[in-house]
């Protein structure tokens, strides 16, 4: 029997929650500690039996640690935290700022390649599965448009956005793909597809004393950027209704490749999630993810990597002679 | 600029028509011949530019093919003339028949690695990029279930046992899913499905001179393995109606995995072909594969390979930098 890969989680929010629950569902991993840069006592984790350290400390762990799941955030943590980890622990995260990925990929390979460890940037689902669904798309149909919606689910950036809005004290934003639009994609007649078609936005909101609600509504739906190009919707609500209804964070989407193939024959191919819960499914692909980086890493490939360089076999704790016969 | 990756195709029938369609549009490539056991004069391919040469005098193009693609069916083709090409060529070929996929790997692994040859078998939609999903279902989500429906899509195999039946002058055969079943499995309810529940089947039957409707359509309908488990509709129809409405080959099928996070949390992940032709598709995932095989054999990865292997940037005919800056 392999050894247990030995899994670490730098960051406790609902990311670093959600990679706790998927690495109890591998059963050839097993979970070292939690490393937080609160006060370690003030974090309690779903299971007793798990440490958590401060994160100050985490370089003693390197001989106990095979990969560092990291969880922090895209803006403020993973650009410094990345290159640091990357320099002593093999690592996997899920950078999702797209614009700046060929940046960061760059400071992940200059720290990681001299340490001789392996780092794996932009895991999850977009980026993440999605990338991986629009580069089949686009190699196997090279004639044809790659689609993505995105939706129903709960948008952190433009929830945030509406929670700055004046007389707004709490709220959610939700975006909605247009259906329409999809079965456009779906029929195969490469739509040109303007913002305001492809999604609208539905925001419950949680108005603050004295606030008025029209003038909170319009300052929404006018917002350059976030609300102006779509259609937007704006529900007020109770904070009680807000707290029972808008707590979990459901996300999803589709990634469609419509093309064709010899003498205009239309081929379509779809990609769909449906997530109870973004974050502990973006977990759950970071932790299988880590499977793969380890392996990698054993293999003598080192360096900045994303999910484009990982072979699907090497996800699977099953051996390659199981896969070809059960999966194949 | 790299020099483009010169396929050669064994086989000309729907398949390789395909493969022609398919290296057309993919600018990175360039079709050096065509190889055939008929008389060369007798195939007429679509573009007059293109040779075709006899299947015996293949040996002679060692140096002037990168990657061949095999043609030729999995139940008498294949066998024998994947290890004897595999020992010459880097291949790539659509084998097909699972249950005897571990062997056929074995016969090709040990052709094709003394030879630094790299042979990558079973490349299609399944096996192929269903079998990915399969993969990437259970490795993200292991706790849950994957379920593969087939459809609406003309079945060889189906069609050819329609037309053994005494009385059947011609005929075709649809598989088509239940999309109530579709729904239960989407709904994350994780059915135990009976085979009659997943799949329905249709024939469209072109009677013999003297034959009895009553009698075929019983003869089919009852026929053990092929129709005895499900729901079967037998439809008479005229020769002129079979050419004219069921000349196209059209396939397709959905892969859910169906799977739970954390504390019981629903998550679904589907991946969805409507083909309008199957094997137009299916030399398409060929040649993007047969340009991944190129660049693993420069890499020196020999021998016997799957889809499971194979990193899916290696598809595509962007670099590296420009899948993740734009695909990321």
Redo the contacts between chains.
């Keep these: 029997m392999q050894p247990k890969i030995r899994i670490g989680i730098a960051g406790y929010g609902n990311l670093g929650r ?1 990679v706790e ?2 690495v109890a ?2 059963p050839d991993m097993e979970l070292v500690g939690v490393f937080t840069r609160r006060d370690p006592a003030s974090v309690s984790l779903l299971s007793a039996q798990v440490p958590v350290y401060p994160q100050a400390d985490i370089s003693q762990f390197q001989d106990r640690i095979d990969v560092l799941i990291l969880c922090g955030g895209s803006k403020d943590d993973l650009p410094v935290q990345g290159p640091a980890m990357a320099a002593l622990f093999n690592t996997v995260d899920s950078f999702d700022t ?1 614009a700046t ?2 940046e960061y ?1 760059a400071a992940l390979d200059e720290a990681a390649k001299p340490a001789g460890k392996t780092a794996l940037l ?1 895991v999850g689902w977009d ?1 993440g ?1 999605f ?2 669904n ?3 798309g ?6 044809g448009e790659t689609y993505t919606f995105w939706g129903k689910g709960l948008s952190q950036g433009h929830s945030d956005a509406v929670r700055r809005v004046p007389g707004v004290k709490a709220g959610v934003q939700y975006t909605i793909p247009a259906e329409p639009a999809i079965e456009r994609v ?1 029929s ?1 007649e490469l739509p040109q597809l303007t913002t305001r078609e492809k999604h609208r936005r539905e925001c419950y909101v949680v108005l603050a004393e004295g606030a008025e609600a029209s003038e909170v509504e319009q300052a929404i739906v006018s917002m350059p950027h976030y609300f102006a190009d779509y259609d937007t919707a704006v529900h007020f609500i109770s904070e009680e209704e807000l707290r029972r209804d808008h707590a979990a964070m459901p996300h999803g989407g589709v990634v469609i490749r419509s093309g064709t ?3 205009g ?13 973004n974050p ?2 973006t ?3 970071l932790v ?1 993810y880590a ?1 793969a980086t380890w392996r990698l890493n054993q293999q003598g490939v080192v360096g900045a990597q ?8 090497l ?3 099953k051996s ?2 199981e ?3 059960e ?2």
Tied chains: 1, 2.
Excluded: C, N
């Design positions: 959600g629950m998927a569902q591998s797209h990925i060929p990929y932009s980026p599965l990338s991986l629009r580069l089949y686009e190699a196997i149909l090279p004639v779906r195969g193939s010899g003498a024959t239309t081929q379509v191919v779809e990609y769909t999630l449906k997530l109870g819960s502990e499914f977990a759950a692909v299988a499977r994303t999910v484009l360089d990982v072979a699907p076999g996800l699977s704790p390659p002679a896969l070809r016969k999966l194949l």
